[in-house]
């Protein structure tokens, strides 16, 4: 198939393109570069089958020839990304996710879109299933990604609705793993990162808020099994397995071989105190479960960061 990536040379939008690569799909990666690097694409780029495209998806997007999917991942993901870039956030969310959705119709391409557990925000059921409502504060800072996200769910579900066009929603919980920015900003590259620096561990708050951390592999061999399944109504992808932020600093601590401190600092406004996926939905529908452990996950994932020290980057 011919297969568009929003987002593409992403954290995760590469990842999901050296997996349709390695399926014999054609790929075009479309990324402006805000937050994504053409480094993310490197191991890929000789590949002839891999077509890119610099361009800022909250413009109209024009594409020749046909597409049979467009996976639409372009977007400011992390905390410290999508707080310096708030109001590109909510541009890609609603513009961008307007344009994607249009692109498909035109071409009458399946739509998959790269939603997130931010959804619930400061979740009041937990473990999170795809039917809860979430509880998340407009007008807070994080609102610009939460609301982004649920806009681009709406938009999806319209276009599904309105003009009968075939679309999938990932829900994606915290996910890591190798082509991370180590000043991503997020805990499992900020812990590694500062660890390989030497520095002491910043856990906010007590550390007792809760996080279900998947590995990259699995998240995306979850994401290809929804985008060829017949589900409309949105799926968590994640892993159940839920830990406290300070229990990820002390393994941090363990995987990296160091005695390094651990100090707090104070907890920033709406930071969700629990986050664990409900995934019964896809273990029934897709026969999809996390296999990578923790330990393997980090291990795999701290070899990344050492190589990036030892390249200077």
């Known amino acids: 198939m011919r297969i568009l990536v929003t987002g593409g040379a992403g954290f995760l939008g590469s990842h ?3 997996a349709l690569l390695a ?3 054609h790929v075009l990666c479309v990324d402006n570069l805000l937050t994504g690097s053409l480094r993310n694409l490197e191991p890929l780029r000789a590949n002839p089958r891999l077509t890119f495209l610099q361009h800022d998806v909250t413009r109209p997007i024009s594409v020749d020839g046909p597409l049979d999917r467009l996976l ?3 977007s400011p993901a992390s905390p410290a990304d999508y707080l310096e870039h708030p109001i590109h956030t909510l541009k890609v969310g609603s513009l961008g996710t307007h344009n994607a959705l249009g692109l498909a119709k035109a071409k009458q391409a399946r739509f998959l879109l790269a939603s997130t557990s931010e959804v619930y925000g400061d979740p009041q059921v937990h473990p999170q299933t795809e039917n809860y409502w979430g509880h998340v504060n407009p007008v807070g800072p994080r609102g610009v990604y939460d609301e982004a996200k649920r806009f681009a769910e709406a938009m999806t579900m319209a276009y599904h609705r309105a ?7 990932v829900r994606i919980f915290n996910t890591y793993g190798p082509r ?3 000043n991503d900003g997020r805990a499992v590259c900020t812990f590694l990162s500062q660890a390989l620096r030497g520095e002491d561990l910043t856990v906010f708050g007590d550390g ?5 951390f998947c590995y990259v592999d699995d998240l995306v061999a979850g994401i290809l099994l929804l985008l060829e399944s017949t589900e409309v109504f949105p799926v968590n992808i994640g892993n159940p397995e839920e830990i406290s932020v300070l229990q990820l600093a002390q393994e941090v601590l363990r995987v990296t071989a160091t005695r390094l401190k651990i100090v707090h600092r104070p907890l920033p406004t709406d930071d969700p105190k629990q986050r664990r996926p409900d995934i019964s939905k896809a273990k029934q529908l897709l026969g999809w479960e996390p296999k990578v452990p923790r330990s393997e996950g980090l291990r795999r994932t701290l070899a990344y960061f050492r190589a990036l020290a030892s390249d200077g980057r």
């Open 72 to 74: 639409h991942f372009a």
């Open 163 to 169: 003009h009968g066009l075939q679309t999938r929603i």
């Open 16 to 18: 999901l393109c050296e």
């Open 180 to 182: 991370m920015r180590p």
């Open 208 to 212: 007792s808020q809760t996080r279900s």
């Open 23 to 25: 399926q014999g799909h």
